[in-house]
């Protein structure tokens, strides 16, 4: 079956300095790489995804882009802010696999004044 | 428009007993799917539903089931739970019947004495 790989595990970062999270992925057939953002207490919300049909992806200050050659893909947050401060999860998936997602281990950011 | 709604929100049982937890969808939703999060393990997909029928399962014992009704509700049930079955069970609901945006309840936190 599909395994997702996901690093750091924690990051730390600077208001206004920019964050990359990384994600391998095993299975050739995942076509469907979304990230998901979860805040204390809550469930996750997702916040950007990607198809395997492009190659970058861009909303505001996050985007998120694609290998499938290496089968890595990574998310970027530029400017950081203290509400961007929360666990972040990859996950990948596949077209005929229903709504079956692999995730990540979850990256901890933390955005410090 | 109301979220996803899981009952109960907190829980505490003893090894051997058995649980159910509820799941109401975003009206309309007609796919649920159920995750387990652990703080070592991540979300790891348990099951998916869609119009009543059982579309994916995950890598879980038989311990762990699930059904959904006509109204897209869904309920999840593990029977003689363990100490390792403590988690946060998190329910999802997309409208589409493949790989599309799920939205999450902020789950049901089961303790396992």
């Known amino acids: 079956g599909e395994n997702v790989e996901q690093h750091p595990s924690t990051l730390s970062v600077q208001e206004g300095d920019s964050a990359v999270i990384k994600c391998t992925y095993s299975?050739?057939?995942?076509?469907?790489f979304p990230w998901y953002k979860q805040e204390l207490g809550k469930g996750p919300q997702l916040i950007i995804d990607i198809r395997s049909n492009v190659g970058e992806k861009k909303d505001q200050r996050i985007a998120v882009t694609l290998n499938k050659t290496a089968k890595h893909f990574s998310l970027h947050i530029t400017e950081t802010q203290p509400e961007d401060s929360a666990v972040y999860f990859c996950a990948a998936g596949y077209t005929g696999g229903g709504n079956k997602l692999t995730f990540g281990t979850g990256t901890q950011l933390k955005v410090e004044l | 428009k109301a979220g996803v709604t899981q009952t109960p929100r907190y829980l505490i049982k003893t090894r051997g007993q058995q649980v159910t937890l509820s799941c109401s969808p975003i009206?309309?939703?007609?796919?649920v799917s159920w995750y387990q999060q652990t703080p070592g393990q991540g979300l790891q997909f348990l099951f998916e539903y869609f119009s009543e029928t059982q579309r994916n399962k995950g890598n879980f014992p038989g311990r762990f089931s699930g059904r959904q009704f006509s109204n897209s509700r869904s309920e999840m049930n593990v029977s003689t739970l363990e100490l390792g079955d403590s988690a946060l069970y998190l329910c999802?609901?997309?409208?589409?019947?493949?790989?599309?945006?799920?939205?999450f309840g902020e789950g049901s936190r089961l303790t396992v004495l």
């Open positions: 999802a609901s997309t409208i589409t019947g493949n790989t599309g945006e799920l939205f």
């Open positions: 009206s309309g939703h007609r796919s």
């Open positions: 299975d050739s057939a995942s076509n469907y």
